[in-house]
């Protein structure tokens, strides 16, 4: 028997990140989901004010943290999408569900759901920002309703950009070999 040609913390880490970029599902689409959907859970019946648990009164820094937790869910979302996107795309692996949604959702109903959900967002502020005006810049108390509307703002335009970089990705390409220009970047044509 010879020796072992094996590294094992730089052979352990090679086989880690090859599953880590392999498996967008489990790493980020899964947790992502459960995290802006649990997020936006929370955070909606704080809107109207604190609630009551038991003996616990739960209020806006609880709705701050659930909102934290819609926003990293959010990107992780479509980071996790785009990574799908990007697979099914170059050809490293079919993807029934990414294949859907490039038939369910064009760019434009995609970017005009993110727009809506966005602008409601604004108007919610912005009806915040009227009352404020007309009560004479006076103190206001409406901090939950700006911070949902806030939430609904950062949702909007995060799914808006991913949209945009979905539509962009599965535009068509033909290349054979990186440009010349993209030989400064270190990126490896392999």
């Known amino acids: 028997m010879g020796d072992s040609k094996l590294q094992s913390f730089r052979d352990g880490w090679r086989h880690l990140r090859f599953l880590i ?3 967008p599902t489990m790493l980020l689409l899964l947790p992502g989901a459960v995290c802006w959907a649990l997020g936006l859970l929370l955070a909606l019946p704080l ?3 604190p609630v009551v ?4 009164n739960i209020d806006i820094h609880f709705m701050i943290m659930a909102g934290l937790l819609n926003i990293v869910g959010v990107q ?3 980071a996790g999408l785009l990574a799908k996107s990007y697979g099914h795309l170059s050809g490293l692996r079919h993807d029934d569900l990414v294949a859907a ?3 369910w959702f064009t760019f434009e109903k995609t970017f005009l759901g993110s727009a809506i959900l966005a602008l409601v967002g604004v108007a919610i502020a912005g009806a915040v920002v009227v009352e404020w005006v007309t009560s004479g810049f006076g103190t206001l108390d409406r901090a939950r309703t700006l911070f949902f509307a806030l939430l609904l703002l950062v949702d909007g335009v995060q799914f808006g950009l991913a949209s945009y970089l979905f539509s ?3 535009l068509p390409r033909h290349i054979d070999a990186l440009p010349e220009e993209a030989g400064d970047t270190g990126i490896a044509d392999l």
């Open 101 to 103: 949604l490039y038939r």
């Open 47 to 49: 809107v109207f004010g």
């Open 168 to 170: 962009i990705m599965a």
């Open 53 to 56: 648990l038991g003996q616990r």
């Open 76 to 78: 992780i979302v479509t």
């Open 21 to 23: 970029l392999h498996s």
